[in-house]
Every structure is written in structure tokens, then in C-alpha cells.
């Protein structure tokens, strides 16, 4: 089994890529359900969804369900719908929250994105510039173990690869 920080950074990609796919060619106005991706130590993992009446109490449930304790997890990972200000900028992007094992506080994955069109029936993505990771605050570049890891999780599914890749900028 692979060490938590890496299997956490799989589950990180396939949650970006997915959350990705779930949009492409929904409505333009439609919003991501918060998924969550767990992995326990003897390997299995599942998936989770959070709906709510808003997109905040969605994502409350889903921060809530990942403070709970599990001695058997050893990574997870929380994706939703947020933004970024860039430059002041406000920004479209998918926010990843990654706990591993002995983790009290979340690394975060960003990834930008906007619509390819501005009135549309339903979406086409297109990602803007690399995936970030967030520690303490501080936004930097993957390092090449955790690109690979993503790219890992992104290839889970061969449907939701595909879709990452033709999002490309």
C-alpha cells in the first residue's frame, strides 16, 4: 500500500477530475454536489456525496462528516465549488481538502476553471493554469511525487481522464 500522503493526492486527482466531469455538460448555472473520496487501511475505498438546500450547508455537512473520526482511514479528501481571487480576480475553481492519518489540518488543491462560452444551455470547462497546492496559506506549484500522484487518481476512471484532458487550456 502506498504511504497516506501519496494515496491522498490520488484521491485529490480523481476528485478534480471528476468534479471536472460532473460538470461538463451539465447547466451552466449548476452548481457541484461536495464528494468526498476515503480510503481506509486495508485498501477499499468509497465515495460520498452532500446535498443540501445550499451549496454552504452542503459543503458544512461534508467538512462535518470529514471531522469525524475513523481509526481505519488513512487519507481523505473533501472536493467542492469555490473561487479564488487572483490578482483581485475572483475565479471559478474546485477546492480539494486532503486529510491523511496524523493530520489535524487540511492540504488544499486548487484548481481554476471557467466556462467556455458565457450563455450556454450547458457547461464546457476549460481548467486555467496548473493545480495549486495550499499549505498553511501559502500556494505553490506540485512538487513532481504529488503531480504524479494526481495524475494517478485522474486516471482512475477512463471517462473522467478523458474529460480532464480535453479541458486543457
Not at 457541484?32 to 458544512?60: C, H, N, S, W
Request: hydrophobic share 45%; charged share 20%; glycine share 6%.
Amino acid at each position: 500500500m502506498a504511504d497516506p500522503l501519496t494515496s491522498g493526492f490520488t484521491l485529490a486527482g480523481f476528485l478534480l477530475a471528476k468534479s471536472l466531469s460532473v460538470l461538463t455538460g451539465a447547466p451552466c448555472e449548476g452548481t457541484l454536489v461536495p464528494m468526498a473520496f476515503v480510503e481506509k487501511e486495508d485498501g477499499q475505498r468509497a465515495i460520498y456525496l452532500f446535498q443540501a438546500k445550499t451549496q454552504e450547508a452542503a459543503v458544512k455537512a461534508g467538512l462535518d462528516a470529514m471531522s469525524k473520526s475513523d481509526s481505519s482511514i488513512t487519507a481523505k479528501a473533501l472536493v467542492h465549488d469555490g473561487y479564488v481571487n487572483e490578482q483581485g480576480v475572483r475565479t471559478d475553481a474546485f477546492i480539494v481538502r486532503l486529510w491523511v492519518r496524523g493530520q489535524s489540518e487540511p492540504v488544499y488543491l486548487v484548481q481554476t476553471w471557467r466556462k467556455q462560452a458565457a450563455h450556454c444551455e450547458v457547461a464546457a470547462l476549460t481548467r486555467i493554469a496548473e493545480t495549486k497546492v495550499i499549505v498553511k496559506g501559502v500556494p505553490t506549484s506540485l512538487t513532481s511525487a504529488q503531480m504524479q500522484a494526481v495524475e494517478s487518481g485522474i486516471q482512475l476512471n477512463d471517462v473522467v481522464a478523458a474529460t480532464w484532458q480535453a479541458s486543457r487550456p
